[in-house]
């Protein structure tokens, strides 16, 4: 994907942290920045929506249950926006634990799946996989 | 409240967590974030409301600016900003009304319909004024079509000091000297009258955004300015706003915000867009509803 | 110069005519038209007379539009009535409108107070996970009484994040020594212990 390519031709991938916890965004980005990322944030879909239409990214965590734009209403918001965004890869993080959860995230354009709560190790490597640096 | 000498010998202690605790607050509430290097100037802000509210510490200020007692939050943002109106103020947004708005909205006119566009609050009048001589110098198409331009206000003094047309000649600060020349005369050495022909050009009414019988009254519009107030509302009074000012537009008709203010904290009405100069937020077009 | 003027009463004029009666506006909240059933459900904002009538579309209602604008209308009422109404959609299998819900009764803490502790004991974590967010706007003292309450029990890892994130910002240091049990409770589990000992720095120095 371009994308990801020419950001890490500029050196470092970028990850937007969707979550409207604070301490679970500031949990992240320490995770991210000390692996190498750059990380931004933002705290429901409208927001990550503006984020994505303003800068490149090479992943984008969100969280399912966040007041005024869920979540899976902000995937299916980036699925059915204009090319490279539309495409950025998301890797959704929530507490929503059960089979069905896991496929309407699925049906809404999701990528990948945790449940948290997420370790930092296990955020670190499914993050360095979905931007394809080697960590 | 105290007496000013006990004022200046009570340190309140204000700890760098107390700090965090109020930046990510201030985030969650109005979008507007701070990186550390901006941390020092949060704190010398701070201090001034700490002391103008006659807090005894950072929690009681703390408690006051959560419930947000005597509009303090937008006290507080103020205090980080510069207030002073003048004319060409956030001009990438005028620079992204012509080059992309615009366009846009016309795809969607038919023949001898007037462009709309609302700036409310206006306060004294920049903001419309500027929308006007920004459309005349930089819009080609600008003798093509029929414009309107209203603002409106709560302030009724405001509103008369717009349609006076007088201003300081701060105010001109980031205007060019030719459009100074051309759409103000001076009347002494610090006040300057604007031209006529402009002044009439624009609409001038009171109006209450929360109030739906007011708003009511405003239809079909293409674009509205709606700068640096939303923000400042409680949570039912930005929603109700938001409802408003979506049935003042038409489908597919655009909204600015102010610099600092997101849709992310008001409504989800709004679709988000992004353009070169400026994100601005559009009423889905009308097949875009599902009924 | 290009510009027009087309002069726009001052006086609303709308408001010369009798206002639209209850009737006529219940009968919009059930047309057909979502144009209609938007006009009818913001006609009704605040009136404590069409909650029932108000909760009843919100059941029914597909489009988001006009579901916020039934929330807001039911919102503005902010009565117990209003949470009622509210209330069930923190159950509901859409993250849309959980989150619509959410928004429209975090404006309401006042109101809301009352049905805390039920919220806080419900068998479904997923509820006491959006109610220990509705706490947020509650006065400091208050907030940080019940979130300890829940904290001093609670089991599910995820809901005392969401309670471990509100006492971050309204808690006083009465909820120190809850937060040190809870920490050692969880010590084992991802991202508890950071969340923990982040707004135990944040509140320590805060009197209750």
Same mark, same amino acid.
Request: hydrophobic letters at 40%; glycine letters at 4%; one cysteine or more.
């Given at each position: 994907?371009?994308?990801?390519?020419?950001?890490?031709?500029?050196?470092?991938?970028?990850?937007?942290?969707?979550?409207?916890?604070?301490?679970v965004?500031?949990?992240?980005?320490?995770?991210?920045?000390?692996?190498?990322?750059?990380?931004?944030?933002?705290?429901?879909?409208?927001?990550a929506?503006?984020?994505?239409?303003?800068?490149?990214?090479?992943?984008?965590?969100?969280?399912?249950?966040?007041?005024?734009?869920?979540?899976?209403?902000?995937?299916?918001?980036?699925?059915?926006?204009p090319?490279?965004?539309?495409?950025?890869?998301?890797?959704?993080?929530?507490?929503?634990?059960?089979?069905?959860?896991?496929?309407?995230?699925?049906?809404?354009?999701?990528?990948?799946?945790?449940?948290?709560?997420?370790?930092?190790?296990?955020l670190?490597r499914?993050?360095?996989?979905l931007?394809?640096?080697?960590? | 409240?105290?007496?000013?000498e006990?004022?200046?010998?009570?340190?309140?202690?204000?700890?760098?967590?107390?700090?965090?605790?109020?930046?990510?607050?201030?985030?969650?509430?109005?979008?507007?974030?701070f990186?550390?290097?901006?941390?020092?100037?949060?704190?010398r802000?701070l201090?001034?409301?700490?002391?103008?509210?006659?807090? $005894?510490?950072?929690?009681?200020?703390?408690?006051?600016?959560?419930?947000?007692?005597?509009?303090?939050?937008?006290?507080?943002? $103020?205090?980080?900003?510069?207030?002073?109106?003048?004319?060409?103020?956030?001009?990438?947004?005028l620079?992204?009304?012509?080059? $992309?708005l615009l366009?846009?909205?016309?795809?969607?006119?038919?023949?001898?319909?007037?462009?709309?566009?609302?700036?409310?609050?206006?306060?004294t009048?920049?903001?419309?004024?500027?929308?006007a001589?920004?459309?005349?110098?930089?819009?080609?198409?600008?003798?093509?079509?029929n414009?309107?331009?209203?603002?409106?206000?709560?302030?009724?003094?405001?509103?008369k000091?717009?349609?006076?047309?007088?201003?300081g000649?701060?105010?001109l600060?980031?205007?060019?000297?030719?459009?100074?020349?051309r759409?103000?005369?001076?009347?002494?050495?610090?006040q300057?009258?604007?031209?006529?022909?402009?002044?009439?050009?624009?609409?001038?009414?009171?109006? $209450?955004?929360?109030?739906?019988?007011?708003?009511?009254?405003?239809?079909?519009?293409?674009?509205?300015?709606?700068?640096?107030?939303?923000?400042?509302?409680?949570?039912?009074?930005?929603?109700?706003?938001?409802e408003?000012?979506?049935?003042?537009?038409?489908?597919?008709?655009?909204?600015?915000?102010?610099?600092?203010?997101?849709?992310?904290?008001?409504?989800?009405?709004?679709?988000?867009?992004r353009?070169p100069?400026?994100?601005?937020?559009?009423?889905?077009?009308?097949?875009?509803?599902?009924? | 110069?290009?510009? *027009?003027?087309?002069?726009?009463?001052?006086?609303?004029?709308?408001?010369?005519?009798?206002? #639209?009666?209850?009737?006529?506006?219940?009968?919009?909240?059930?047309?057909?038209?979502?144009?209609?059933?938007?006009?009818?459900?913001?006609?009704?904002?605040?009136?404590?007379?069409?909650?029932?009538?108000?909760?009843?579309?919100?059941?029914?209602?597909?489009?988001?539009r *006009?579901?916020?604008?039934?929330?807001?209308?039911?919102? #503005?009422?902010?009565?117990?009535?209003?949470?009622?109404?509210?209330?069930?959609?923190?159950?509901?299998?859409?993250?849309?409108? #959980?989150?619509?819900?959410?928004?429209?009764?975090?404006?309401?803490?006042?109101?809301?107070?009352?049905?805390m502790?039920?919220?806080?004991?419900?068998?479904?974590?997923?509820?006491?996970?959006?109610?220990?967010?509705?706490?947020?706007?509650?006065?400091?003292?208050?907030?940080?009484?019940?979130l300890?309450?829940?904290?001093?029990?609670?089991?599910?890892?995820?809901?005392?994040?969401?309670?471990?994130d509100?006492?971050?910002?309204?808690?006083?240091?009465?909820?120190?020594?809850?937060?040190?049990?809870?920490?050692?409770?969880?010590?084992?589990?991802?991202?508890?212990?950071?969340?923990?000992?982040t707004?135990?720095?944040?509140?320590?120095?805060?009197?209750?």
């Amino acid at each position: 994907m371009t994308t990801v390519e020419s950001n890490r031709d500029a050196g470092r991938a970028r990850v937007l942290i969707v979550d409207d916890s604070s301490l679970v965004r500031l949990y992240y980005r320490e995770t991210l920045e000390g692996a190498g990322f750059e990380v931004e944030q933002a705290i429901n879909g409208i927001e990550a929506m503006e984020k994505v239409l303003a800068e490149p990214f090479d992943l984008i965590v969100v969280d399912v249950n966040m007041p005024r734009m869920d979540g899976l209403s902000f995937i299916r918001a980036l699925r059915s926006s204009p090319s490279p965004v539309a495409a950025v890869p998301t890797l959704v993080i929530t507490t929503e634990a059960s089979s069905q959860d896991r496929e309407d995230a699925r049906a809404a354009g999701a990528n990948f799946y945790l449940v948290k709560p997420v370790s930092d190790a296990d955020l670190r490597r499914h993050v360095a996989c979905l931007t394809g640096t080697s960590r | 409240m105290a007496p000013p000498e006990v004022q200046r010998t009570r340190a309140i202690h204000v700890t760098q967590e107390d700090v965090r605790r109020l930046c990510e607050f201030l985030y969650r509430r109005t979008g507007m974030s701070f990186d550390d290097n901006k941390r020092y100037y949060i704190d010398r802000r701070l201090a001034e409301r700490i002391t103008a509210t006659a807090s $005894n510490s950072f929690q009681s200020y703390f408690a006051t600016l959560r419930s947000d007692a005597e509009h303090e939050i937008e006290h507080l943002v $103020n205090a980080f900003t510069v207030n002073e109106t003048y004319f060409y103020r956030e001009d990438h947004q005028l620079r992204c009304m012509v080059s $992309n708005l615009l366009d846009d909205i016309l795809r969607r006119k038919t023949t001898g319909e007037s462009i709309r566009i609302w700036s409310i609050p206006c306060s004294t009048g920049e903001e419309p004024y500027s929308i006007a001589m920004w459309l005349m110098e930089n819009w080609s198409e600008v003798d093509k079509y029929n414009i309107e331009i209203v603002g409106s206000d709560i302030d009724t003094r405001a509103l008369k000091a717009a349609a006076d047309g007088v201003y300081g000649t701060r105010a001109l600060m980031r205007l060019p000297r030719h459009v100074i020349e051309r759409y103000f005369g001076r009347i002494d050495g610090n006040q300057v009258r604007i031209d006529p022909g402009l002044r009439d050009s624009v609409q001038f009414t009171r109006v $209450n955004l929360i109030d739906a019988r007011d708003m009511a009254l405003y239809r079909d519009f293409d674009i509205v300015f709606c700068r640096n107030v939303l923000i400042y509302f409680d949570d039912a009074s930005r929603r109700i706003a938001a409802e408003n000012l979506y049935d003042c537009l038409r489908p597919g008709g655009y909204i600015c915000l102010g610099h600092s203010e997101t849709m992310s904290r008001i409504s989800t009405l709004f679709r988000v867009c992004r353009f070169p100069d400026a994100i601005v937020y559009q009423r889905p077009e009308a097949d875009h509803d599902d009924s | 110069m290009p510009f *027009v003027r087309r002069e726009i009463a001052t006086t609303p004029v709308v408001s010369k005519a009798p206002d #639209r009666s209850l009737e006529t506006h219940l009968a919009g909240l059930s047309s057909t038209d979502s144009e209609a059933r938007w006009s009818a459900a913001r006609a009704l904002g605040g009136r404590a007379d069409a909650v029932a009538a108000l909760a009843e579309a919100l059941a029914t209602e597909q489009v988001p539009r *006009v579901r916020e604008a039934i929330m807001t209308a039911v919102m #503005r009422v902010g009565n117990e009535a209003s949470v009622l109404a509210l209330l069930p959609y923190l159950r509901s299998q859409d993250a849309g409108l #959980r989150a619509t819900a959410i928004e429209a009764l975090q404006a309401l803490p006042d109101a809301i107070a009352p049905f805390m502790p039920k919220l806080l004991a419900d068998n479904d974590a997923d509820v006491r996970l959006l109610a220990a967010e509705l706490v947020r706007n509650m006065p400091a003292k208050d907030a940080t009484r019940i979130l300890c309450d829940l904290l001093q029990n609670e089991q599910a890892a995820n809901v005392c994040a969401a309670a471990i994130d509100v006492l971050a910002e309204v808690g006083t240091r009465d909820a120190v020594p809850v937060l040190q049990a809870c920490a050692a409770r969880f010590r084992d589990t991802p991202f508890l212990p950071f969340a923990i000992s982040t707004t135990i720095a944040r509140i320590s120095n805060t009197e209750g």
